[in-house]
């Protein structure tokens, strides 16, 4: 399976590459990342993104934008959020208007959106506490805690919070309810 | 006017071939290949001017330094070169190098017309040697050799260097060097012998920076110097303490104003450097201008820029075609495509509401093969 990954930022992409793998294991990722952080970015180039991966026949594309605080803290599904659904709807608006161009199977496309940010995941997998609590988190704490201020180092210390995160995920149940969406859609290829 | 340019075995040029615009843009990652594009480009001027021993130089210069590594198939290096005329007639120049002994040895050289007649060749080599492109007095088909070498002989690649254009220099060095050394010698012959030139590279320099009041020359002991005198300023700041976009700019004005001939091709590394972005669209109208139409009265040239800034690649979303995308395959060799033609083989579109450069930052554009993990 190919699966194009696009991410907003130099320590989400290892963590988004680890957790496709712990759930896809015979992937193949080719990583990308957007030019600018923000949602705006994200948003504006949906479009590329979708049509790169469909004409590029990968079988998965993984958009990752966080969610902020764009969703209630008590929300039972990301797609709850505004920004989700924006996203969504305009991936499944490009994915209609695309000819089929010689692809035997549609492209799917998964949303990897963290509550508020990838940072609840990492700091989860650090400290066996209930996943929900650090969605509740603000990010920004959150950030400088687990890279500092200036944040720095980001990459490896996302590489070894990742790992601790897949090892958090096979023996606590209290997962982030968007990390547990996200892997659901993973395995579903929604 | 270069229309293309096929190499073989030349750094990563395993087997590239580019087609030129009268202005051509060159994007890609570092490494991909486009130094070596315009290193071959120069090698052909080079060649064209004045034969093997101009071409290469000891090592690391020699062709045994700069030819392809890594790659067994390779042997040698070859060039080819597909020129059109201002009438219109098309030539294809081929040029095939070996080394031997640690020297460069040619084991070709042709010069052809498009639908096939042979100008020259090895075996109507000039009694002087060096190149066919120097053809012997009277020989057959001389003045149409002597065109297509003026053309070939015109290309130059640059690589404008901040420290080199603020040089001093001997007034006698009137020609500004690939590293951008000469602009004060050149500025001073500009202003004695073509003051009304002068004027409009002034003029043109006040249009992109409109501090200036003036470009000033004063000799110091043997040299001449260059400097700008802004608002408020009695004296001009010398070249040396100008910030290093406004001697890039000053530099790169020189090479447009160069007096060259009709047809000449250059090409110049890096042309964002030094430039805040707010200058790009300008820089940017400038190229154009002189490519298709003469700066102010001049002939017109045909120029080659490389840029990484997606700055630079966004003034050109209306005029993609110009833009040559440059890319390294993982496993060697570089390839050269259109810029449109891989919007619409990797995007199916060419019409996005992105900005061009930003698509490209994406890397979408470039390689899409490489996996982690």
């Not at chain 1, 764009?70 to 039972?76: D, V």
């Not at chain 2, 120029?303 to 440059?326: A, C, D, M, Y």
């Amino acid at each position: 399976m190919r699966i194009l990954l696009v991410t907003e930022g130099a320590s989400d992409e290892p963590v988004a590459a680890r957790l496709i793998r712990h759930a896809l294991p015979d992937a193949s990722v080719l990583a990308k990342r957007l030019p600018a952080r923000g949602f705006a970015v994200v948003a504006r180039e949906v479009e590329i993104w979708v049509r790169a991966a469909h004409f590029g026949h990968f079988d998965l594309l993984v958009i990752h934008f966080d969610l902020d605080d764009s969703i209630s803290a008590t929300f039972e599904d990301v797609s709850e959020s505004k920004r989700w659904q924006e996203v969504r709807d305009a991936a499944d608006k490009v994915l209609e208007s695309l000819p089929q161009g010689g692809r035997v199977d549609a492209l799917c496309v998964v949303l990897m959106s963290p509550c508020q940010s990838t940072e609840a995941w990492l700091a989860w997998g650090i400290e066996n506490e209930n996943g929900r609590a650090w969605e509740k988190s603000h990010r920004h704490i959150l950030k400088t805690k687990l890279f500092g201020n200036p944040p720095r180092g980001l990459t490896r210390k996302a590489e070894d919070m990742a790992e601790k995160l897949i090892g958090q995920m096979a023996v606590n149940e209290r997962w982030p309810q968007s990390l547990r969406n996200f892997m659901d859609h993973l395995r579903r290829g929604m | 006017m270069i229309k293309e340019l096929t190499v073989h075995g030349f750094k990563t040029l395993v087997d590239t071939t580019i087609r030129f615009e009268p202005l051509t843009i060159l994007v890609g990652k570092n490494g991909a290949g486009k130094t070596a594009l315009l290193e071959s480009f120069q090698i052909v001027g080079n060649f064209a001017r004045g034969g093997v021993d101009r071409a290469f130089g000891p090592p690391p210069w020699s062709l045994g330094w700069l030819r392809t590594r890594g790659s067994g198939a390779v042997t040698g290096v070859s060039f080819r070169v597909v020129i059109e005329l201002a009438n219109g007639n098309e030539y294809i120049y081929s040029l095939a190098l070996d080394e031997r002994a640690s020297k460069a040895e040619v084991l070709e050289e042709r010069l052809v017309s498009k639908d096939g007649r042979v100008l020259a060749d090895l075996s109507k080599r000039p009694s002087s040697g060096g190149t066919i492109l120097k053809p012997d007095s009277g020989s057959a088909n001389e003045e149409e050799i002597r065109e297509i070498a003026e053309v070939l002989g015109s290309i130059i690649s640059y690589e404008l260097n901040p420290e080199a254009i603020e040089q001093g220099v001997d007034p006698e060095h009137t020609y500004v060097g690939r590293d951008g050394y000469g602009v004060a010698g050149f500025l001073a012959n500009l202003q004695d012998k073509s003051p009304d030139v002068f004027e409009r590279l002034t003029v043109r320099l006040r249009r992109i920076r409109p501090e200036t009041q003036a470009v000033d020359i004063w000799s110091s002991g043997a040299k001449v110097y260059w400097g700008l005198r802004d608002p408020g300023q009695d004296k001009a700041f010398p070249a040396i303490h100008l910030s290093w976009g406004d001697r890039q700019l000053v530099g790169l004005l020189c090479l447009l104003y160069s007096d060259r001939k009709p047809g000449s091709a250059i090409a110049v590394e890096e042309i964002d450097r030094g430039f805040h972005h707010s200058r790009h669209f300008e820089v940017l109208e400038l190229l154009s201008e002189a490519a298709y139409d003469g700066l102010d009265g001049q002939e017109p040239i045909q120029i080659i820029v490389t840029t990484h800034s997606p700055s630079f690649i966004n003034k050109l979303q209306s005029r993609i075609g110009e833009i040559r995308s440059v890319i390294r395959f993982p496993d060697g060799g570089t390839l050269v495509r259109p810029l449109d033609e891989l919007l619409q083989e990797r995007l199916g579109t060419t019409e996005l509401a992105t900005p061009i450069g930003e698509v490209w930052e994406t890397g979408l554009l470039e390689e899409l093969t490489m996996t982690t993990g």
